[in-house]
């Protein structure tokens, strides 16, 4: 089951705060807080803060399940625009620019890897199948005929090289016979 938690007109802009929200968006929860706690930027305290927050709003709706058995992850980050304050700076000849300091709402929701409160290994036991593995065959099949393309592009390329080097080495040839007989002609 799912936990959400919100953090509500936190005074930076939005833009700076996606740029953490992307870091940690579908990492595990104990990686994203890793990275929230090392990370320079000022948002990353109270975003570091919110999700931590939402792990015990989790550990709340499952009393049953340790958070370490259950593989949370960040399932769901986003940041929205909030209020934006309009102040005015001096600037010059009289005129003055606007100022916007703006604010954002943020919204993580974490859940367990598999969906439920069951630690994920209990569904390869029973026996079910799961869709990463459809996902990478899949993949695998599409990858095929890429690396074909790509080893036939190597293949003309060395060729061309090999072609390249007999003809320096055929002109090289020329050259030293050529420069042979002029000796021998510049000697009688």
Do not use: C
């Amino acid at each position: 089951m799912e936990a959400v938690a919100r953090l509500n007109n936190y005074p930076t802009s939005p833009r700076k705060m996606r740029l953490l929200a992307d870091l940690i968006r579908g990492m595990e929860v104990e990686k994203a807080l890793g990275v929230m706690q090392f990370n320079p930027k000022h948002p990353a305290t109270p975003l570091y803060k919110l999700l931590k927050s939402a792990i015990n709003n989790w550990e709340q709706k499952n009393a049953d399940v340790k958070v370490e058995d259950a593989g949370l992850i960040v399932k769901t980050i986003m940041v929205d625009g909030g209020r934006v304050i309009k102040r005015m700076r001096p600037a010059p000849q009289g005129r003055g620019y606007r100022v916007r300091k703006r604010s954002n709402h943020v919204t993580i929701i974490v859940d367990s890897a598999n969906g439920s409160g069951v630690p994920s290994g209990n569904k390869a036991q029973k026996g079910e199948v799961t869709a990463s593995s459809e996902v990478t065959e899949v993949t695998e099949v599409a990858a095929k005929p890429a690396k074909k393309e790509t080893t036939k592009k190597a293949v003309a390329k060395k060729t061309a090289t090999k072609k390249s080097s007999a003809k320096t080495s055929e002109t090289k040839a020329k050259k030293e016979s050529t420069e042979k007989t002029t000796k021998k002609n510049n000697t009688k």
